[in-house]
């Protein structure tokens, strides 16, 4: 039951992240530069994979961003801002504050506890 209510209150944060929260883009800077953001934060609820799927949080010292994986066959690369080891992936992010960031890892303590 208390997995079930993380879950529902992570998909609630990841839509407020995706409604209120910007879409930042950059510019290359190189040839080899595809110009995406390299998060160096810490990444909790974690569900990307090799696939392209998945999504996952991210708090650095400004910011708190929710990062979907956008790099499986047939996704629209040319919207992706966030650096992967694949593709890449399409970051919100909000103002980094410690409520949102105390929540988002008790929410990943609740996860990764067993059924």
Do not use: H
Not at 57 to 70: K, L, T
């Amino acid at each position: 039951e208390a997995r079930k209510a993380a879950q529902a209150r992570v998909r609630e944060i990841a839509a407020i992240i995706e409604k209120t929260g910007e879409c930042p883009t950059t510019e290359p800077i190189g040839p080899n530069d595809r110009g995406l953001f390299v998060l160096k934060g810490e990444r909790l609820i974690d569900s990307g994979n090799i696939y392209g799927g998945g999504s996952w949080f991210v708090i650095e010292s400004d910011y708190i961003w929710y990062v979907r994986n956008n790099g499986g066959d047939g996704a629209m690369w040319d919207a992706n801002n966030v650096q992967t080891g694949g593709a890449g992936a399409i970051g919100w992010r909000v103002p980094a504050n410690e409520g949102l960031a105390a929540e988002l890892r008790r929410l990943e303590a609740v996860l990764k506890t067993k059924k």
